[in-house]
């Protein structure tokens, strides 16, 4: 029996994408971006999947592609949060970290510009991908999430301050894949639940982790008047004990899941 779940999944997903897409050339704003990338992560949990079953060249150009587009259009979300971060905590250093309106703005035509020019492109490439999906036998999806329900078991079991992020990203495939598989496979909702909090909670701590990078980053930070320096030193503090916090609240929700 072919992959029906999937093909709905994928087919539902992919014109999400190329709505977001649009929207995104034409405005742009802090929910189209943030949409955007996450569209792009549901199609390359899928990519993963047909890489496992048909080989890493089966799809041609389109991972490279996607890649691509997803990196660049990280630096600008990057810088979103970063602004997003300063208003919360109101510390005016917008200028410190090139995050004002002015810099977003003009990184975000950059993107854009990109975006419009690879429309086309990804839009014949992603073919190959829609053949692959049309011909894949559901026990393929099984036999997948079977490998990553067992992956994810083992690397939350082991799962080290450094392994996190790859932690996250499995977390995130299994949580994808969930939606293509038959009634009888699909785990618990207290379990779902649970992975859903720990891949939030790693997504907390790593952008508490960006924003403490960055500005661990700044450079000739002794020689900046001193207003500017006590509001480096109030971020730094504040960026700190969150971190912390997220750390705490994802160590904790580890061993919720470990048991």
């Not at 904790?252 to 048991?259: A, D, N, P, S």
């Amino acid at each position: 029996m072919k992959g029906e779940k999937l093909q709905v999944y994928f087919s539902q997903n992919l014109q999400a994408l190329f709505n977001i897409w649009i929207e995104t050339i034409q405005q742009g704003s802090v929910s189209n971006i943030h949409d955007l990338r996450v569209q792009m992560k549901r199609m390359k949990a899928v990519y993963s999947f047909l890489q496992w079953v048909y080989g890493k060249s089966a799809l041609g150009k389109i991972p490279h592609l996607t890649r691509d587009i997803f990196q660049q259009t990280g630096e600008w979300r990057e810088l979103q949060i970063i602004q997003i971060w300063l208003q919360k905590e109101k510390i005016p250093l917008e200028n410190l970290f090139f995050c004002s309106d002015e810099e977003i703005s003009q990184i975000g035509k950059t993107v854009k510009n990109t975006l419009q020019k690879k429309y086309s492109l990804f839009t014949k490439q992603i073919i190959k991908a829609e053949q692959l999906v049309a011909k894949t036998h559901t026990v393929l999806v099984e036999q997948y999430w079977l490998q990553l329900s067992n992956s994810l078991k083992k690397e939350t079991k082991k799962a080290k301050l450094k392994d996190w992020h790859e932690l996250r990203k499995i977390c995130k495939k299994w949580l994808y894949t969930i939606n293509w598989l038959g009634k009888d496979l699909i785990p618990d909702q207290k379990k779902v639940k649970e992975f859903h909090q720990l891949e939030k909670n790693i997504g907390d701590w790593n952008e508490c982790l960006m924003i403490l990078q960055r500005l661990e980053d700044v450079e000739n930070m002794d020689k900046a008047p001193l207003e500017t320096r006590q509001q480096y030193a109030i971020a730094m503090a504040s960026i700190r004990k969150q971190l912390n916090s997220m750390e705490k609240k994802t160590r904790l929700q580890l061993k919720k899941i470990v048991g």
